[in-house]
């Protein structure tokens, strides 16, 4: 039963241009969404995270925002870059260890 | 640097015979982690260990288990590979429960002839 759901399984954006990489969660009981960042024949690679009394985190070029009410978590990259081609994992917690996970988007970057 | 270390990274095992994957930290970190993620799924949490503190997930199959030895080494036991076995295999570690993010190691290819 999968409860982080990343329904596109890739993106394409120019260089330059905002990507957004959407991410939705069926239970309302998570109290930290994180995302990860992997490049191919690597481990995931933490890249921001957000507490669930938030509703916006920032970090350089990348931005997360959270909508409890829609069960809605995005992630914001601007400006895009080449580099930043990889597959992105959203991820939630629920009070504990286990790190709830959706299946990936793969972002392409393209000049 | 500080890491997560997999070995091996790739694993070619026989259907039914006993493997063992590794994972170390130099992280110091009192959480570890094993995930199993299979092509296009997202990674699955099979048990973790807080220090020496053994947690297993209600649906990971007997067929796997896990050893801490010490803070820094912790092993994957998969007891009789079946062909639905075959999967990534990633070790992550952090430095407790709760919010933390977790540090991946490069992860174990398994593949199950």
């Known amino acids: 039963d999968q409860q982080v759901k990343q329904n596109s399984p890739s993106l394409s954006v120019q260089e330059g241009r905002i990507s957004i990489l959407n991410c939705d969660y069926t239970n309302s009981m998570f109290d930290y969404f994180l995302w990860y960042k992997k490049y191919p024949a690597e481990g995931p690679t933490f890249l921001i995270s957000i507490s669930s009394i938030k509703d916006k985190n920032e970090d350089g070029r990348f931005t997360v925002f959270l909508n409890k009410s829609a069960k809605h978590l995005s992630l914001h990259i601007v400006p895009s870059q080449p580099g930043d081609s990889a597959v992105y994992f959203c991820?939630?917690?629920?009070?504990?260890?286990?790190?709830?996970f959706g299946k990936g988007t793969s972002l392409l970057v393209t000049p | 640097d500080a890491m997560v270390i997999q070995n091996p990274r790739y694993q070619v095992t026989q259907f039914g015979k006993p493997v063992t994957l590794s994972c170390s930290q130099t992280?110091?970190?009192?959480?570890m982690y094993w995930y199993q993620q299979k092509s296009s799924q997202a990674p699955k949490l099979l048990f973790h260990y807080y220090d020496k503190d053994f947690n297993n997930e209600a649906d990971t199959p007997d067929n796997f288990q896990s050893r801490r030895p010490n803070t820094s080494f912790c092993f994957l036991d998969i007891r009789s590979p079946g062909l639905g076995d075959a999967a990534m295999y990633l070790c992550?570690?952090?430095?407790?429960?709760?919010?933390?993010?977790?540090?991946f190691g490069p992860g174990t290819r398994l593949t199950v002839l």
């Open positions: 991820a939630a917690i629920l009070s504990g260890y286990a790190l709830n």
């Open positions: 992280l110091n970190h009192n959480v």
């Open positions: 992550a570690t952090s430095r407790r429960t709760g919010g933390n993010e977790q540090f």
